[in-house]
Nanobody, 126 residues
Framework: QVQLVESGGGSVQAGGSLRLSCAAS????????MGWFRQAPGKEREGVAV??????IYTEAVTGRFTISQNNAKKTLHLEMSSLEPDDAAMYYC?????????????????????WGQGTQVTVSS
């Protein structure tokens, strides 16, 4: 079992920045693909960014504005978000493959991730 706990959400104005963190209860080195997803009210869950043995992948909407990083020594995953837009407002979830597998092209569905955090809320005002 792996517990994931997100933190760092909050309310910002458009153009602002936030840094989300995800603390894992197990070594992140062997968890495989880890990433961030988000879900806004009335919308489907959306993959934001992933980091794994084969590198990082971003969804087009956040490319150039968000940066995903992983600190295996501290068992954490981070998401640096800048130039935030109202459309970025959502509950953000941390997820982990859990089986050491690399991120694949189908990562955005979220179905390959065995472990999920409870989420942290991001609000962006215009």
């Amino acid at each position: 079992q792996v517990q994931l706990v997100e933190s760092g959400g909050g309310s910002v104005q458009a153009g602002g920045s936030l840094r989300l963190s995800c603390a894992a209860s197990r070594n992140t080195y062997d968890l495989g693909c880890m990433g961030w997803f988000r879900q806004a009210p009335g919308k489907e869950r959306e993959g934001v960014a992933v980091n794994g043995p084969n590198g990082v992948i971003y969804t087009e909407a956040v490319t150039g504005r968000f940066t995903i990083s992983q600190n295996n020594a501290k068992k954490t995953l981070h998401l640096e978000m800048s130039s935030l837009e109202p459309d970025d407002a959502a509950m953000y979830y941390c997820a982990a493959d859990g089986f050491g597998r690399a991120c694949t092209g189908s990562w955005q569905s979220g179905t390959r991730f065995a472990y999920w955090g409870q989420g942290t809320q991001v609000t962006v005002s215009s």
